[in-house]
């Protein structure tokens, strides 16, 4: 047998032996490749998460004030379908705006993906951990609390079922104050629960709706991260808040942070972390735009009083179908002061920007963006049109005068 | 019946014909001999001669059409599928990254393998006698190789093709007067978009393999009309030993074809394909680089004005074109690197290069800064004419150094520059690669 023969032969021996031996590996690999991509998807979520959700979701996904936690079983297990739409859509009659690029958000189906992925698999250490470093702790509130001679002076209250009382006035205060307030008393993410209505309701009926949660609404199901005695117990203590309460117990309200409202480089600083923590997302670092206008131009800035700048804050946008929301009930009057301060502070130094209002969709395809002019249906005036790519001058095609 | 069994013995067994008729039919109707003629001359079939390397290059192409066509069913040309769709190849489909792999890997070895044939080729003077043309269209097919290569970078759609696609195509728009209308033309608009992703893809899978296929047949087709490759002229009386092509040239392709498939497998079983982030249009790594193997050209322009660096690989590989021109001598064709003395200018060019391009390149990096120099002159002039200038009549005195000290013929010197030229190359590839760190600043690879 000659040299060349013999190389033939041992490199097909090689590839004879190695071939199989893959194809019967591959089943694993390609285990192994899924959950090395979920976890990419998981930190890819983070870094996402942290940019434009832990705004309102809290740093590690623990929810702030009314806005829901997310880091809960009952989302671990919610179906993919659910939790994409409600992404990428945005939840009707709440905070949530959609986030889709189709629905005049910023992510696109990939990122939502990621998302999704997170609530379902994350871990949400890791992300509280990737915000601390970004330096974006937004102000936690401790969570609503009440002390244990308390909770023994309710099971006080009822010799039967007190125990089950304040059993269940603990887990309202760990797992429902965020949207059904301290008191019960609701919000706009959730109805209120201290109510006549409430108490006159079967004790199997809560229990239900707890189970199962409300279809069309952020009440999820609860089976899956309570225990029946757990909901048992929140539901005998929604039937007889009202009795709780005469006896003067509340639960504790978290603690607003302090600061010095008429120190004005106090008032600056708070300015921008309200703006750092809120108003980024969408008007861009610095006020440099993005979904929302270029904040940080002579435009905006001299055509608008304080007073204009304040009222646009509290009552969100002004233009028809603008998607700026409303502030007032969620930022005090001292945080939105010190917003405007710092607006104010930009003033000097502004650019002028061609189009501060510039939309993502880049003004439509050139033959839509001239501004209709009956006297001549035919061409326009071409340098009309609305909107156009932020900042980047528009394409070519719009420069060239007319 | 017996007659069925003889017919069945010989299909399998090839049992040699025994009648003319029988044998010229066995020659007619066999592909092998339709590629290769009946009897090679033993000289070369050497190993040493051609390193297999056209060969290997054909057999790279086959198996990226094979593995091309295979993805191609699962791939989705759409900036938002196009990743996606490559994840659900690594982590749904039997084999999916084995394939991918295969082609990623097959597409870089082409690259390496087109070019030493490239290499081999000219050092043999392998467009000698007649063989201008096939010269010609060999370096349209590594240009086409390149393309290849370039468009399909971009397909994954990953951070690393976002970035090197945008960065190679920033190269496109410093030619002058034409160059951004290019760019724009094949990016689709000025931005590397979904018009670019899905022009590439159409460039990649129906209009480059249709050139290979026409250009690779031909190229073919003229080694063999110009009567096999390249072999140095004998005396009339000398007897060269001729050896038929089966099974003799058959079976060194087939081993060197089973070693290369057994080798490249096994490099993909244990380096897979890589994939970056999604590619971020907002995000641009730091350093960006192009493509390794454009790595050369972008570290050019680290040292000069972005015409100059346009200009320079440009006169030469025009230089490389017109080279059956240049070098005209005949007589030394088949020998390596000429002759003797040929052989000591490649040696002097290499080791010239190995020398120089390291010194300028860290002189550039530390001291050498040409537009404070000559503060009153236009940039296109101190870091653009002056140094092209320059190195053009480094490699002119390169040549005529060869030529008036070093005794050598046209044909010798030429081998000399060009061992510089493409060392120098190699050099500045090897820099760009793995001596760039962020912003480009030369640094010890970790």
Known sequence: ?402 | MTENTSNWRQKILYKPETDDRSRMRAVANNLILHLHPTKVPAPALRWTYTWGLGGLSALTATLLVITGILLMFRYDASIERAYTSIQYMETQVLFGSFVRGLHHWSANLLVITAFLHMIRVFLTGGFKLGRGNNWLVGLFLLALVLAFNFTGYLLPWDQLAFWAITVGTSLLSYVPVVGTAVSNFLLGGPEVGQATLRNFYAIHVAVLPVLLALFMSYHFWKVRKDGGISQPIRDKNERVERLTTIPHLVQIEFAAAAVLITALTLWVIFVPAPLEALADPSHPPNPAKAAWYFMGLQELLLHMHPLAAMALPGIIVAGFILIPWLDKQDDNIGLYFRSRKGKQMALVGAIWALALIPVLVIADELWLDLPAMFPTWPTLISTGLLPLLLTLAALIAIYLIFREFGHANPSEALVGLFIFLIVSFILLTIVGIFFRGANMALVWPV
């Open chain 1, 1 to 402: 047998m000659n040299t060349n023969k013999l190389i033939s032969l041992l490199a097909l021996t090689i590839l004879i032996i190695v071939i199989p031996a893959y194809a019967w590996m591959e089943p694993t690999r390609l285990e192994q490749s899924q959950a090395d991509l979920r976890q990419e998807f998981v930190s890819d979520a983070a870094v996402i998460y942290v940019e434009n959700c832990a705004v309102c979701h809290g740093a590690a996904g623990e929810g702030i004030s009314a806005m829901p936690s997310l880091d809960n079983d009952g989302l671990h297990t919610a179906d993919y379908d659910t939790l994409f739409k409600t992404i990428a859509r945005g939840r009707y009659d709440t905070a949530m705006a959609p986030w889709h690029s189709d629905e005049g958000g910023s992510l696109n189906d990939y990122q939502i993906d990621e998302l999704v992925t997170l609530i379902r698999y994350g871990d949400w250490t890791q992300v509280g951990e990737l915000a601390a470093q970004r330096g974006l702790i937004p102000p936690t509130l401790p969570a609503a609390a009440i002390e244990p001679e308390r909770l023994a002076e309710i099971a006080a209250l009822n010799a039967e079922s007190g125990s089950q009382w304040a059993a269940g006035m603990q887990l309202y205060a760990a797992n429902c104050t965020l949207c059904h307030g301290i008191r019960g008393e609701g919000s706009d993410l959730a109805v209120p629960l201290n109510t006549p209505n409430i108490q006159a309701t079967d004790v199997v009926e809560l229990q239900r709706i707890i189970n199962q949660g409300v279809p069309g609404t952020l009440m999820a199901g609860w089976e899956n991260s309570l225990q029946p005695a757990e909901i048992e117990a929140l539901a005998e203590f929604l039937q007889n808040w009202h009795l709780i309460e005469a006896e003067g117990i509340e639960l504790t309200p978290p603690q607003p942070i302090q600061i010095d409202v008429d120190n004005p480089e106090d008032m600056l600083a708070l300015g921008e972390r309200v703006y750092n923590s809120t108003c980024i997302v969408c008007h861009g670092e610095e006020g440099s735009g993005g979904t929302g206008p270029v904040l940080n131009s002579q435009q905006i800035l001299t055509k608008n009083s304080d007073e204009q700048l304040m009222q646009t804050i509290i009552n969100g946008g002004l233009r028809p179908n603008s998607s700026m929301p409303a502030f007032g009930d969620r930022l005090t009057s001292v945080e939105m002061e010190a917003v405007v301060s710092l607006l104010r502070s930009w003033e000097p130094t502004a650019p002028w920007v061609e189009n501060p209002r510039g939309t993502a969709q880049g003004g439509g395809p050139p033959w839509l963006r001239a501004t209709p002019d009956a006297n001549n249906p035919i061409a326009p005036n071409t340098t009309q049109g609305q909107g156009q790519g932020q900042g980047k001058g528009g394409p070519p095609w719009r420069n060239s005068g007319g």
